[in-house]
């Protein structure tokens, strides 16, 4: 369908074999990443709720950690600002920051580092 619908455009490329082969591929490339995306979101939705073991809920201070939040760059409180204290999901957060969803996505990642880094040289020296 995706050969057909390509072919049907004003500015259609020359459809050859090699063609015809690069889209059946990517679109099999499509497929299975969208069956592992349905089986990693199968397999989160049947975890008990209580089943994630990550112990930093359990000694986050949330005095230390808005100290923390506050030693980080302007973009950098905001994503996390906007991603976990609103709860926006990252697309919002992307087109609040004026970014695109693979650079937030990013930018969060990032931002959780440094902000667990921060977190914890605080906690070594005493806050």
């Given at each position: 369908?995706?050969a057909v619908a390509a072919a049907r455009r004003p500015s259609a490329p020359?459809?050859?074999?090699?063609?015809?082969?690069?889209?059946?591929?990517?679109?099999?490339?499509?497929?299975?990443?969208?069956?592992?995306?349905?089986?990693?979101?199968?397999?989160?939705?049947?975890?008990?709720?209580?089943?994630?073991?990550?112990?930093?809920?359990?000694?986050?201070?949330?005095?230390?950690?808005?100290?923390?939040?506050?030693?980080?760059?302007?973009?950098?409180?905001?994503?996390?600002?906007?991603?976990?204290?609103?709860?926006?999901?990252?697309?919002?957060?992307?087109?609040?920051?004026?970014?695109?969803?693979?650079?937030?996505?990013?930018?969060?990642?990032?931002?959780?580092?440094?902000?667990?880094?921060?977190?914890?040289?605080?906690?070594?020296?005493?806050?």
């Amino acid at each position: 369908m995706a050969a057909v619908a390509a072919a049907r455009r004003p500015s259609a490329p020359e459809i050859t074999v090699a063609w015809l082969v690069g889209v059946a591929r990517h679109k099999l490339a499509d497929h299975w990443r969208r069956s592992a995306r349905e089986e990693r979101n199968q397999a989160v939705a049947a975890r008990p709720v209580g089943a994630v073991d990550d112990p930093w809920d359990e000694w986050l201070d949330a005095e230390a950690a808005y100290a923390a939040l506050r030693c980080l760059s302007p973009y950098q409180r905001a994503a996390l600002t906007l991603r976990y204290l609103d709860g926006l999901p990252v697309a919002e957060v992307a087109e609040h920051l004026g970014r695109s969803v693979h650079a937030t996505e990013t930018l969060l990642a990032r931002s959780r580092a440094a902000l667990r880094l921060v977190y914890q040289e605080e906690g070594r020296h005493g806050r």
